[in-house]
């Protein structure tokens, strides 16, 4: 059974950076493709990014894009989501993902196990 642990988040002012990590606990991280997610108040949960089993070419959402860079140490099991220049619209819960799959993919549904989420929050 794969248990992942988000860490990192809290309450920054815009403009602000943060950065979240992802530790899984069971099984074989390097195999995993590796997504964020986050979840605003009364909105549906998004793709924020994914990153693939070697680290290369990681796949950003429209408005992650330039602002935020995901990275994965696959000897540190870990993976990062560093967030700059960070606006109030970035406030949400924030999940990471894994998935047993071989593509990055944008759908929450292609992934296999969920962290417990970390807060973020954004102030004006």
């Known amino acids: 059974h794969v248990q992942l642990v988000e860490s990192g988040g809290g309450l920054v002012h815009a403009g602000g950076s943060l950065r979240l990590s992802c530790a899984p606990s069971g099984g074989t991280f390097s195999t995993y493709v590796m997504g964020w997610f986050r979840q605003a108040p009364g909105k549906e949960r998004e793709f924020v990014g994914g990153i693939g089993r070697s680290g290369r070419f990681p796949v950003y959402a429209e408005s992650a894009k330039g602002r935020f860079t995901i990275s994965r140490d696959n000897a540190k099991n870990t993976v990062y989501l560093k967030m700059n220049s960070l606006k109030p619209e970035d406030t949400a819960v924030y999940y990471c993902?894994?998935?047993?799959?071989?593509?990055?993919?944008?759908?929450?549904?292609?992934?296999?196990?969920w962290g417990q989420g970390t807060q973020v929050t954004v102030s004006s």
């Open positions: 993902a894994a998935s047993v799959g071989a593509v990055i993919s944008r759908f929450k549904e292609e992934y296999d196990y």
